[in-house]
């Protein structure tokens, strides 16, 4: 058996796997024989069939089982010997001289290659955002947690602050759903005009045409989908079954011991810089995640190489569960192209930086990390480490957990890969305004 390869130009090759008959000879004649030695072949006694007939009848189709078997086995161990860096699988060429009734045989495979390139990590700035909470979001979430550790206290007659308990009913679509608002998420003057000063077992009809500020809450009180209401537009009666008002509580130790068992808080200036410091955790986690953004768009556009499309549009026809014609393949490349691109980056990043490498043990790391911060939501605050262990160990014996868990770890490595590589445009803003400044959208 020979194998060459011939490049085309940097992008392309041509492998080409000449095998003649002593290269698979021996594996059929052993496999003639095994079947020899089971078939049942009318006339003969099993075992004794003539190897003639066994040949006439099996032999051809042995050959080719043996014969593809060896070139699949011939050609992955070539591209790994030779260390080829390949885009796709590679194609098999159709020659029209081609017949299975020679003993030699000539395969091409067309390959494609990955280009060479490097990454200037200093090619652009790309701009960081630090996410601050401001006052007015700590002051804000200091009234929430009043209001959640409050207590509901019955009123007789609604008032602007009150939280109404009603069924809301039409008959046309259907609906009749009970749910509580309060008055402050209805929008308009004439809405709320209607609700306040209305008591128990009062019936009023409101159109659903901008009800509330936000339109999650009248999926909520109608309980639709968000494809049901979007863009409708009809009356419901709604008939009122409970008026109350939310007593806050008392800003006190009982409260922030409610609230952080471990005694950290002892006074409202303890709590607001525990939000702050939570708070901008939390945030750190969504600018984190627009830096990485950012810089994949940044690295993207400012590394050159060419691809080798033509090939790589080839192979798409046949890669996936349904065949593509050339439009069809054309276009997912288009689709796919800048993720191919990123992803050729970053492996060309991670084969030169050591620090990029993820191995079992951290991987088991990360996943007990995982594990344990989930089972603290549930009250167990110091899970044995036995018992982190054997639920890791059962996590990543799932392929599917295991490799979200992996890209997750691969995020913060090249995060910070990428702060300690990389300089930036640093501006320091507001949660409001890195939701309209990034994401071109008003915070309610």
């Not at 077992?201 to 409101?206: F, M, P, V």
């Not at 509330?212 to 008939?239: A, H, M, N, R, Y």
């Not at 593509?324 to 060309?348: H, P």
């Not at 995060?415 to 959208?441: A, C, G, H, L, R």
């Amino acid at each position: 058996m020979n194998i060459t390869k011939e490049n085309v130009d940097a992008l392309n090759a041509i492998v080409k796997v000449d095998i003649v008959a002593e290269d698979y000879k021996e594996k059929v004649t052993k496999v003639l024989n095994d079947y020899r030695k089971t078939a049942n072949i009318p006339g003969f006694r099993k075992g004794h069939v003539p190897m003639g007939m066994v040949k006439k009848q099996y032999g051809k189709a042995v050959m080719i089982d043996e014969v593809n078997k060896l070139l699949q086995e011939s050609l992955n161990n070539f591209l790994v010997e030779e260390k080829l860096d390949i885009l796709g699988n590679p194609l098999p060429k159709v020659s029209n001289d081609f017949s299975w009734d020679k003993d030699q045989f000539s395969f091409e495979f067309e390959l494609g290659l990955a280009p060479e390139f490097d990454v200037d990590l200093k090619a652009s700035k790309v701009k960081q955002y630090n996410i601050v909470a401001t006052e007015e979001l700590i002051d804000k979430e200091v009234e929430n947690i009043k209001d959640r550790y409050g207590k509901l206290v019955s009123q007789e007659e609604a008032t602007e602050e009150s939280s109404l308990t009603a069924t809301f009913v039409n008959e046309e679509k259907d609906i009749n759903n009970k749910a509580t608002f309060a008055i402050s998420d209805v929008k308009g003057k004439v809405n709320k005009k209607k609700l306040v000063g209305s008591k128990v077992g009062d019936s009023i009809e409101l159109n659903t045409k901008k009800l509330f500020e936000d339109e999650t809450k009248l999926q909520q009180v109608l309980g639709l989908s968000k494809e049901e209401i979007d863009g409708l537009e009809i009356k419901v009666v709604l008939t009122i079954e409970e008026v109350n008002i939310t007593e806050q509580a008392e800003l006190d130790q009982e409260l922030f011991d409610k609230l952080f068992a471990d005694g950290s808080v002892k006074t409202v200036t303890d709590l607001k810089e525990k939000i702050k410091e939570d708070a901008e955790k939390q945030f750190q986690q969504q600018a984190d995640q627009q830096l990485l953004n950012s810089i994949t768009e940044s690295l993207v556009e400012n590394t050159k190489f060419d691809l080798p499309r033509e090939f790589l549009e080839k192979w798409l026809q046949t890669a996936g569960e349904k065949e593509l014609n050339a439009e069809e393949a054309a276009a997912e490349f288009e689709k796919s192209e800048k993720g191919l691109r990123y992803q050729l980056i970053e492996g060309k990043l991670m084969k030169e930086n050591s620090t990029l490498a993820i191995d079992y043990k951290e991987l088991s790391d990360y996943a007990k990390g995982f594990i344990k911060s989930q089972m603290a939501q549930f009250g167990n605050m110091n899970p044995e480490e036995k018992e982190l262990e054997d639920i890791a160990g059962r996590i990543l014996s799932n392929q599917e957990e295991a490799k979200r868990l992996q890209d997750q770890l691969m995020s913060q490595k090249l995060i910070t890969f990428f702060k300690e590589n990389m300089k930036f445009d640093t501006k320091e803003v507001s949660y409001e305004d890195f939701i309209k400044e990034v994401y071109k959208v008003d915070e309610k």
